[in-house]
């Protein structure tokens, strides 16, 4: 009887492991408020002047670029990078790529922080 209870206990454990997550509201970051989104690109040309960033109020976001046009990488809910973090690419060529790893270290302690694979990039423009 006890093995019976115990089985029906871990299966509903299961069961609830494998449960969706609430979906979370979608609200675009504020740096992309007023543009266009366009056709995502597998690759973008990575400049010296520019750096990725994440989004100041989406951490699930990271951005690249400035004036008209801004591509977004949306990391989605499962990875994130924090204010605080400093992101470290790794591109081979001067292009950064969906299927790449960005990974963090904490500006403040030096820890290293989440890794997260990169998505397509959407140019957003005005």
């Known amino acids: 009887m006890a093995a019976m209870k115990l089985r029906i206990a871990v299966v509903v454990a299961m069961l609830c492991a ?3 997550p609430p979906p ?3 609200v675009p970051p504020q740096e ?3 543009r266009t989104a366009g056709t995502p690109q597998r690759c973008i040309a990575l400049t010296f002047i520019e750096a990725l960033h994440v989004s100041d109020t989406d951490r699930h976001t990271l951005l690249y670029g400035s004036g008209r046009t801004i591509f977004a990488n949306h990391l989605g809910a499962s990875c994130g990078f924090g ?4 992101l470290v690419s790794e ?3 001067t292009q950064l790529c969906g299927g790449d790893i960005i990974r963090s270290i904490d500006r403040n302690s030096h820890i290293p922080g989440p890794s997260c694979v990169l998505g397509d990039f959407v140019p957003y423009t005005r």
């Open 91 to 93: 591109p081979i060529g």
């Open 83 to 86: 204010p605080n973090d400093l």
């Open 24 to 26: 979370e509201r979608q």
């Open 32 to 34: 992309l408020a007023g």
């Open 18 to 20: 494998c449960a969706a």
